[in-house]
């Protein structure tokens, strides 16, 4: 029985399933992982989190434009202490005492009493030694055509950064997908590596017990066994590549770098599962590229962040040609002042003024304004249609790419078949010592290549799909149906 299980444990080895025995059963399938690391994406990325704190940003700007159209309220208190400075001096001495004396003495002469008497000249500061001014003063603009043009500005553009949040969100989930696809796949090329190992290492043990018994010369000892090395080096860069896919992966989800990551099975029916899943949910157009590229373009908000700057481009526009705009303000102040506090006739004030403003002459500034925003709308309008061929595009490169993937996929399944039953014929040979080590070499090197290439090809077709999900502005969700907000 033992040795049944040693041979049997062999010809595994051979095939390069050992390791996949050996490897504890997944908890979950592929999609499952992917919805699950995205959820932890959406909710921890950093890069996210500062494109939310954008929008805030711009939303503040928002109601900043918005509040511009209410009244403005200020209190003002003023309380001056003054030393010195220009006074103003008037003679009423000098004018009237001559007067007053020369009543006095006719008063006098028919023996009335005298009763004017002198007074001093006046002296009148400029600056009052004590002086307080209180007020409210409230503002109303009448007629602005700068502040509807800038709120109308600012509600586009934060329009956009929602668009672009949005379209961060689908770039990141696919982001995740792919660097999470290609951890799956060096891990597997390390399996199917390290299974190819323990093959060479098989054949090294092997032709140690030919050598030592005068069956075939050193040099296939040594071959076999720069075999191993060659593949020990093989593993170690496949190793390093797999720790760095953790890392990606683990920081797009803002976690330790080296945390470890779902385990999931993928198989070459998972691919036509996904597949099928998202035809189901495109409908039968799915199969039509115009229809894709349709859709792609209505759906991409990569595009409608661009609408959103058009729109912001137009008013700016207005908002230049306001400047060639009266603008018109009512102006209310009411307080008290003087030289104590009181409230009485003499310190209670109310002034409304109406203000008129209009620019006539600014050296060609407004003009100048007006002309940028126009070339903006026009370097807009381009990068728009300039866009739209991109996403069309990208479409029909994602789409193909797919394509390219699954009929891949297909021939490398019959290539790994035929290159398993290859070196099974060439293990029983070379037992039998009936060919050349190079051979043998060679089987087992056609083998692991062929395992890898599948394997490589199969996270291509799910990477592929991926792609095509992200072109057309992520999950379908059916002809004609309602298109969830950002």
Not at 64 to 84: H, N, T
Not at 332 to 350: K, M
Request: charged share 25%.
């Amino acid at each position: 029985m033992s040795n049944v299980l040693t041979t049997a444990r062999i010809v595994l080895v051979s095939l390069g399933l050992a390791s996949l025995l050996a490897r504890p059963a997944a908890a979950q399938t592929v999609d499952a992982a992917v919805a699950q690391l995205v959820e932890e994406a959406q909710a921890a990325n950093l890069e996210l989190a500062g494109a939310e704190a954008g929008v805030a940003q711009r939303q503040a700007v928002l109601d900043q434009a918005r509040a511009r159209f209410l009244p403005a309220i200020d209190l003002g208190l003023r309380y001056s202490v003054a030393d010195g400075g220009r006074q103003i001096d008037i003679p009423v001495g000098d004018l009237l005492n001559p007067v007053y004396e020369s009543l006095n003495g006719l008063l006098a002469a028919n023996g009335q009493p005298a009763p004017f008497t002198p007074i001093d000249n006046t002296s009148i500061p400029f600056l009052r030694e004590h002086e307080q001014l209180s007020a409210v003063t409230l503002t109303q603009p009448l007629y602005d055509a700068r502040l509807g043009a800038a709120a109308r500005a600012a509600e586009y553009d934060y329009q956009g950064s929602r668009q672009g949040l949005a379209a961060f969100r689908v770039r990141l989930r696919r982001d995740v997908q792919q660097a999470y696809l290609r951890w799956l796949a060096t891990r597997e090329s390390k399996a199917i590596l390290e299974a190819s190992l323990e093959a060479a290492q098989e054949n090294q043990r092997v032709n140690e017990s030919l050598y030592k018994n005068g069956r075939v010369t050193r040099d296939l000892v040594l071959r076999a066994e720069a075999d191993v090395l060659e593949l020990q080096q093989q593993i170690e860069s496949t190793g390093g590549a797999e720790r760095i896919a953790v890392n990606y992966v683990n920081l797009l989800r803002n976690a330790p770098l080296d945390a470890d990551l779902p385990q999931a099975s993928v198989s070459d029916g998972d691919v036509a599962r996904l597949r099928d899943a998202l035809i189901r949910q495109a409908g039968k157009a799915a199969r039509d590229r115009g229809w894709l590229q349709d859709t792609a373009v209505d759906r991409r908000y990569e595009l409608k962040q661009i609408d959103s700057g058009l729109q912001a481009a137009g008013a700016a526009e207005d908002l230049a040609r306001a400047a060639f705009k009266p603008q018109l303000a009512l102006a209310v102040d009411a307080g008290i002042q003087g030289e104590n506090y009181g409230f009485g006739s003499d310190d209670r004030y109310v002034l409304a003024s109406l203000v008129l403003r209009f620019n006539f002459y600014s050296g060609g500034a407004d003009r100048a304004s007006l002309r940028q925003a126009r070339a903006r709308t026009d370097e807009l309008q381009a990068a728009r249609a300039l866009a739209e061929q991109q996403v069309r595009l990208e479409v029909l490169q994602a789409v193909k790419d797919f394509e390219v993937a699954e009929a891949s996929l297909r021939t490398a399944a019959k290539r790994v078949e035929a290159a398993e039953g290859a070196f099974e014929i060439a293990r029983r040979k070379r037992d039998l010592g009936q060919i050349p080590q190079v051979e043998f070499i060679d089987a087992r090197r056609a083998v692991t290549s062929a395992q890898l290439n599948q394997r490589v090809n199969r996270f291509q077709a799910l990477s592929a799909l991926a792609a095509v999900e992200y072109a057309v502005g992520g999950p379908l969700q059916g002809p004609g149906a309602a298109e969830a907000g950002p």
